[in-house]
């Protein structure tokens, strides 16, 4: 107890100091070598920097250094903290070059530290009109960076280019139009030289897209729709014209393999939620995981997980890429744990499913079929009265980053098992407002239901351990070769398990809830860990 006093009063002093550098003198940051495309493609051999929002191209948030690990991580210390000016809620994961810490803040701004001592280089400010139409929280999760050139999402639906020494704006491109309920929340992602990047909105009645942009100029060079329209057969999915406000936004940091050269991004649910009645049919490409043609954003094969989603389980979760054994043979997969409470491993050459198997209690459906298409129990759909249905339309798990370690070969994610009464209701789509269709409450508190990390085996679906976690976390994971696993809870702990075993080693409280996820790099040779925790941005390292 006495350790944790100490801990919390440096933290309280280091917040303190941070709040009051303002007004602060802007400076340039330090010189830094160039992010080329050569260093993103190496991003896992480089482990010392954290060069994209998910660690490396494949995301599995994994990081090479093990400074820090199993025998050592209970001597960990605060080292800085950085509050962020704005009162909002942090989902940041930052992004590490040479010792330069770029932290992006709500609602859309970017600040320069230095990442060993958390004193500030400088900082942007984006300008937001005061009639912005968003969902879910005035969030932003982060910056990509290629050459000397930072790129961040913006709420209103911009795609901003900084700077990076400076902060100096050098364009501002509008992506869509806010007032129709298009907003920009992602991390960007760098594929050589293309700024990818999706968008927000999917409950405003929005067509989702994906698109790229070119890093110098900001001129759009491919736009990729998330949802079917004329000109594709597909199309017949949609019952009449519903493709037009038919959803499937792109709001989370997709992934890339340099070999097949395949973007892989997951798409949101069909607008509007609830209520299917009005747009019968699959409704491709919601609720899906595309693969496209990075060239020229071509979808070159696509999975849907949920086919005709009426429960707002969000295909929005990072996909993980390895090569993994199965069944006897190395195998190029995508590991993805989904909203509906279904684990699936899948051939990211071509799409073919592989491995299904819940992870989290579920109630909607019988099982999975041999191509992956769900069998549903009958009578799950939402209705006027309502129906309990698991998962709740949080999902068994959401946004939050799940990991990946090729140590032990296990994937990781914050699991959930709950459940909500699923309603819906009739309602006219009207341009940039709410187009949901219906909605859900909880049947008992959300406290009661059982959350935990779950490890489990990618080439059989099978759970290895779980670490139980009240109440139900939001944060996101990442696994290091010190055998470790750190993540965070919603009453404000920040903790590290074993990555084989799953015994907790070490925590300490934060003060606030943790939403958003960890990364680890190292300055001069030393390891530091770094989580978002309520308003501030916390680093931690091995005490002197």
Known sequence: MKRLAILLVSLSLAVQVSAQEEPFQTTMTPAFSP??????????????????????????????LDQINTSNVADLELKWA????????????????????????????????DARTGRRYWRYDHDLPEDLRICCGRNNRGVAILG???????????????????????????VADYAKGYSKTAAPLIVKDKVVTGVAGG???????????????????????????PGNPDVSSWSEDSWQTGGGASWITGSYDPELNQI?????????????????????????????????????????????????????????L????????????????????????????NGDFLVGKPYALQTWAQGLDENGRPIRVPGMFPTYEGIVVSPSIGGATNWWSPAFSPQTGLFYVNAFDGEQKFFKRDEEYTEGERFTGGGGQYIQPIDTY????????PSTGDIRWEFPIQPRSSAGISTTAGNLLFSGSVDGYFYALDARTGEELWNVSLGARVHAAPMTFSVDGEQFVTIAAGNVVMTFGLKD
């Open 264 to 320: 892989y991004w997951g798409t949101g649910n069909p607008g509007p939620d609830w209520n299917g009645d009005a747009r019968l049919g699959d409704n491709l490409y919601s609720d899906s995981a595309l693969a496209l043609n990075a060239d020229n954003g071509e979808i070159e094969w696509y999975f849907q997980f949920t086919p005709h989603d009426v429960h707002d389980w969000d295909a929005i979760q990072v996909p993980i």
């Open 322 to 349: 390895a090569d993994i054994n199965y069944q006897g043979r190395l195998r190029k997969v995508m590991m993805w744990a989904n909203r509906n409470a279904f684990y699936y491993t899948i051939d990211r050459e």
């Open 35 to 64: 992010v080329t495309w050569e260093r993103l493609l190496n991003a896992a051999d480089e482990p010392e920097n954290w060069l994209m929002y998910s660690g490396n191209l494949s995301s599995q948030r994994f990081s090479k």
């Open 450 to 457: 059982f959350s935990a990390i779950r490890a489990l085996d």
């Open 148 to 174: 000397e050139t930072l790129f961040m999402s913006t709420l209103d639906a911009h795609l901003v280019a900084l700077d990076a020494r400076t902060g100096n704006l050098l364009w501002d491109v509008a």
């Open 82 to 113: 950085y509050q962020i000016p704005v009162i909002d809620r942090a989902e940041t994961v930052p992004i590490v070059v040479d010792g330069i810490m770029f932290i992006t803040e709500a609602p859309s701004n970017v600040v320069a530290v």
């Open 203 to 229: 409950e405003f009645g929005i067509r989702g897209f994906i698109d790229a942009y070119d890093p110098a100029t900001g001129e759009r060079l491919w736009r990729t729709y998330t949802i079917a329209g």
